[in-house]
């Protein structure tokens, strides 16, 4: 009967040892969550830039989701029902950031929208991915918007995905005379914790006529929205682009918008009984007046921008357009191209768009 009693006050001790241990983590990722500060002024870093835009002249703007250098084409993610939680290694981190950065450089563009560009996490093993683009494009100004900041998530319990330090990245071959971050509404429910924070950043480039070429780098939410918060980011960000219109300003409005941006892509490339749940339509019933999405896509083969990562790609899984342009209706958009990576070192594909300003 003793030796039961020490096994049973053992066994007492090692739970409540637990309990309290998942007490205190809770009260940790609880007490020590904030938001980022809505428009912060973010720091601009020069390059060998011009000075203004010009009207009436083709320009080009690419946007990429990178990803956080983990999604090569065989990774699986925990949050979209698949294994992993963090990238094989920092080594493979490296090798996929420097292969986006080389698949956006060969499609020469003027202005750049990069989304997950890591700068200290532990899922992309502390990599400053910011600092890698900065020596690709080194001659182009650019700033970056911390998109959050989070607590150590203790989740998957063997291989945590840890603490994310993350940010959007605008990269212009002009100059950008200021950047401010705006903080998105996200939900109030417990699933803050998941979604984490949300931003879109504004840039302004000066154009010849006196004007200026606003342009919106966005990532809105995925994990943990319903729609009142997806109708609320969408809401902001779009009342924030037609203050910039009504003033007479060019509105370009890039980045993952993880809803589906033609609205059908999900049937097109996947037939019309595809459905994951989180891919709902843009609503574009929701732009303002004088704004369009930028659907003119080249070729006759529509190619997809995201994959689903519940299993390892390969053709045939699911897929579908989240990524994209909307511009305002002085803004000419004269192609739209969906480059085709086969998902090599993202689960997301670069856009390039064409454009001239036209008044």
Known sequence: MKTWKKV??????????????????????????????????????????????????????????????????????????????????????IDCINRGAETVKGLDPDFILFQEVDLDSTRS????????????FAGYASSYAVNYDSAYLMYPIFSPHGKSYSSLATFSRFDITSSVRRSLPISESLSKFLDLDRCYSVSRIPTENGKELVIFNVHTSAYGSDDSVRYAQMSMLFGNMNEEYKKGNYVICGGDFNHDFTGDSSQKLNGADADFGWAQPLPTDMLPEGFSTCTNYAGETLYPTCRNCDVPYKKGNFTIIVDGFIVS???????????????????????????ELVQ
């Not at 093993?125 to 690709?136: A, D, I, S």
């Not at 004269?334 to 594909?349: M, P």
Request: hydrophobic residues 40%; contains cysteine.
């Open 8 to 93: 049973l006050i053992g066994v007492a001790i090692a739970l409540g040892v637990i309990l309290l241990a998942v007490i205190i983590y809770l009260c940790y990722v609880i007490f020590s969550y904030s938001r980022i500060p809505d428009m912060q002024k973010l720091d601009i870093d020069k390059g060998d830039t011009q000075p203004a835009v010009k009207t009436g002249q083709t320009y080009t703007i690419a946007t990429q989701n990178l990803g956080f250098g983990a999604y090569t084409a065989d990774f699986t993610f925990f949050m979209d029902g698949g294994k992993e939680s963090r990238a094989e290694s920092r080594e493979s981190v």
């Open 125 to 136: 093993h502390h990599t400053n991915q910011y600092k890698m683009l900065r020596e690709h």
């Open 329 to 355: 209706d002085n803004i000419k958009c004269a192609e739209v191209v969906n480059i085709d990576t086969g998902f090599t070192y993202s689960d997301h594909a670069p856009v390039k768009m064409m454009f």
